[in-house]
């Protein structure tokens, strides 16, 4: 069983910054998808980064590419999320997700490709 856990979440004016992070626990996740979503009221969970953690996979949504960047810590089995340029509507709970199976890359934002998933952490965007 895998046991995720965001932190990093708050309230930052529009441009600002924010770092996500994910610990992972129960299971090392060295061969797997691993990817953030985020949610705002009212709205389907979205997926906007997918990381293979045992390779080269990485997948950037169009709505946040060239302002957020994931990375990956083996050693702490973490996965952070570094959130540049915020704009208000980046605001939502952010989940961490990992699958215990490959995720094809038309599913790779489909929340149903992900087994285990943290609590969220909320982000808010606000002049």
């Known amino acids: 069983q895998v046991h995720l856990v965001e932190t990093g979440g708050g309230s930052v004016k529009p441009g600002g910054s924010l770092k996500l992070s994910c610990a992972a626990s129960?299971?090392?996740?060295?061969?797997?998808?691993m990817a953030w979503f985020r949610q705002a009221p009212g709205k389907d969970r979205e997926g906007i980064v997918a990381k293979y953690t045992g390779g080269v996979g990485l997948n950037y949504a169009d709505a946040v590419k060239g302002r957020f960047t994931v990375s990956r810590d083996d050693a702490a089995n973490t996965l952070t999320l570094q959130m540049s340029s915020l704009k208000p509507e980046d605001s939502g709970t952010y989940y961490c997700?990992?699958?215990?199976?490959?995720?094809?890359?038309?599913?790779?934002?489909?929340?149903?490709?992900?087994?285990?998933w943290g609590q969220g952490t909320q982000v808010t965007v606000s002049s």
């Open positions: 129960g299971n090392r996740l060295t061969s797997n998808w």
């Open positions: 997700a990992a699958a215990s199976r490959w995720v094809d890359v038309s599913v790779r934002f489909s929340p149903a490709a992900y087994d285990y």
